[in-house]
């Protein structure tokens, strides 16, 4: 086969396997993605994209972006949430196809494995089925610093501009993305392979902020018909540095660890991939591990910070482990077959029984002393019995095929695990409600209320959504989400004593004292992982199986008893 012949095969290659991993990633991004609730974080921005559509005056959070798009979706479509959280999932599904952008400098086997972590990182495919800015922010920056690289000024400064309209996350994250990446030239002593002898000059600089300015101009104010979008960019700087104010130690430390734990096997991944790297000296895995330490600070640093910001983190550490295990990925030269698939076997068979072992461990509660100790036995026997057979193989016969057959069995573990996780934050594990994304609250009553509330209606009026409802001192903008179809809703901070509306919806603390008579349903509305409650061991299930202790937040739905057939007023 010619040279030429080979390139064009290894192209031809290289494009199905990323159109494969764009479909793997569409999956995981658009399965089910309108099944589940939006908590008051998504239910928020998206109420105000809702408001938009309907012509209603409204202040905009930081986020006009994607308040914009959304609006002409619910225009065209009507609200739901599959569409409140379509333009995220899309943007999610082409960020794969990023490191094509930097293939050059990559290397086309690398760029291709980060496509592959990208498409199954567990954090990407939560943000990715989140209502919000932050994929809008994310895309468009890497993106532009792509097009920059490649010298298209123009696409550069477009999706520059996108950016921009995308959230608070951009400012901190983003801003200090964009700086560092533009250093690239010092980081190389030839700084024609930095790629930016050109693409650097001040007239490429001008020509991208001009672009910058315009689309985000165009797209925050949706063609100038939403004024007050402008602003809105500035609303999202406010939005970040207020965040520093508001503390919340137990929520800091929970969000940390839950993020450790989906993404243990890319950190250590990326780790190894840093301490490869630096053990060579390149230039990239240096300035890679320098971004992913500012990222993880930066985040971890403002308290109030939402979990989406942690996607910003996952970028430079895929990158490093897209560089290790691009290398891990090519068949390994082995010397003796028998020995690495043997040394292979054992590893990931004692493994198992090792894992089944501690699981039943972890998951029972009632087992006797006798139980306990032969688990715990089951548990570390079989690691023991793994070293010592590793060590003989290595010994006796072949230490590079046993060393071989040992990392492959890592490899696989740890890929097993990314896709485990990757299930799980795509909502389609048992327990979608304490996933890391939700940790302020995953709305279970929305169908409870909704049902109820259309029964009583139709039976009141002859129509789903016609009956008038009062809901009294909630600030939970999920609930509005799920009320918005009905034509009659008022929000009050206290009952009004004069007044006597058909449904009322308050919390359980509160008190009604209206001329009518009521009765009352408790509504359990959502429920919170509770981080300051949970033990090792709680960790352990909620990393196996997203079992945690819950704080419940209640609600209690008011009906006026003449709405029933019968019933006697008092």
């Given at each position: 086969m ?6 064009k ?12 991993i ?15 609730p939006?908590?008051?974080?998504q ?5 105000q ?14 986020e ?8 002409v ?7 739901s ?15 794969v ?27 990407m ?25 490649n010298?298209r000024?123009?696409l ?8 921009l309209?995308?959230g ?26 930095a ?5 650097g ?6 020509i991208?902020?001009?672009v ?14 939403l ?17 520093w ?10 969000n ?6 989906i993404e ?6 990326g ?28 985040t ?20 490093l482990?897209?560089?290790k ?14 020995i ?16 089944l ?10 087992l006797?002393?006798e ?7 089951g548990?570390?026997?079989p690691?023991?019995l793994?070293?010592?057979m590793?060590?003989?193989f ?5 230490y590079?095929?046993t060393?071989?057959?040992?990392v ?5 573990l ?16 048992s327990?979608p ?11 279970l ?16 009026t ?32 206290v009952?009004d004593?004069?007044s006597?509306?058909?449904l009322?919806l ?6 009604i004292?209206?001329?009518a008579?009521?009765?009352?349903q ?10 300051a ?12 199986f ?10 209690i ?5 003449d ?6 007023i008092?």
């Open positions: 010619s040279t030429n012949s080979t390139a095969y290894e192209i031809s290659r290289s494009w199905w396997g990323f159109a494969i764009l479909l793997v990633a569409a999956g995981f991004r658009f399965a089910l993605l309108g099944t589940y939006l908590d008051d974080q239910a928020n921005i998206a109420l994209a809702l408001s938009v559509s309907r012509n209603e005056s409204v202040r905009l959070s930081g006009p972006g994607y308040i914009a798009l959304t609006s979706l619910f225009d065209l479509f009507g609200a949430g599959f569409w409140a959280r379509f333009w995220p999932a899309l943007l999610g599904t082409c960020a196809l990023l490191p094509v952008l930097y293939r050059k400098w990559l290397g086309s086997s690398t760029a291709l494995v980060l496509a592959a972590l990208i498409a199954l990182d567990p954090v495919i939560g943000v990715s089925r989140s209502a919000g800015g932050t994929m809008l922010a994310l895309v468009g920056v890497i993106a532009a610093l792509g097009f920059w690289l010298r000024p123009v550069s400064g477009v999706l520059l501009g996108i950016a309209t995308g608070s996350g951009f400012w901190p994250l983003g801003l200090i993305t964009v700086g560092i990446i533009a250093m690239w030239r010092n980081l190389f002593t030839n700084r024609d392979d790629g930016l002898n050109g693409a000059s001040s007239k490429s600089v001008v991208v902020l001009s910058a300015a315009v689309s985000s101009l165009l797209l925050s104010t949706l063609f100038f018909s004024p007050n979008g402008i602003s809105a960019i500035g609303s999202s700087v406010v939005e970040y540095f207020s965040g104010g508001e503390f919340d130690s137990r929520l800091l430390a929970g940390s660890l839950a993020w450790l734990i243990l096997p890319l950190i250590a991944l780790i190894w991939g840093f301490v490869d790297g630096m053990l060579k000296k390149e230039q990239l895995a240096r300035f890679m591990g320098v971004l992913w330490a500012l990222t993880l600070v930066l971890l640093l403002n308290p109030g910070t939402a979990s989406s910001h942690f996607v910003w983190v996952a970028l430079p550490m895929l990158i482990a897209a560089k295990l691009s290398k891990l990925v090519r068949l390994p030269n082995v010397e003796n077959r028998l690495f698939i043997v040394e292979l076997t054992l590893f990931l068979a004692l493994v198992i029984f090792s894992f072992n501690s699981l039943n461990l972890v998951n029972n509660a009632y006797t002393p139980e306990t100790r032969n688990r715990i036995i548990t570390f026997l690691i023991i793994l070293a010592a590793t060590v003989l290595a010994w006796g016969w072949s590079s095929s060393r071989n057959g040992f492959t069995g890592i490899v696989v740890l890929v097993v695990g990314l896709v485990s996780n990757a299930w799980k934050s795509a909502g389609l594990g327990r409600q304490f996933e890391f994304l939700f940790s302020r609250g995953f709305p009553g929305e169908q409870p209320l909704l049902t109820t509330v259309k029964d009583i209606s139709i039976s009141r002859g129509y789903a959504d016609r009956i008038d409802i009062q809901v009294i001192g909630l600030e939970h903008p999920s609930v509005f989400w799920v009320l918005r179809d009905f034509n009659e809703v008022i929000s009050a901070s009952p004593p004069n006597a509306p058909s009322v308050t919390n359980v603390e509160t008190r004292d209206l001329p008579s009521y009765r009352g408790k509504i359990l509305w959502s429920v919170n992982p509770d981080y409650a949970m033990q090792p061991i709680d960790w352990i299930r909620w990393s196996l997203r079992l945690t202790p819950a704080s419940n937040t209640e609600l739905l008011w009906a006026k008893n709405l029933f057939p019968g019933a006697q008092p």
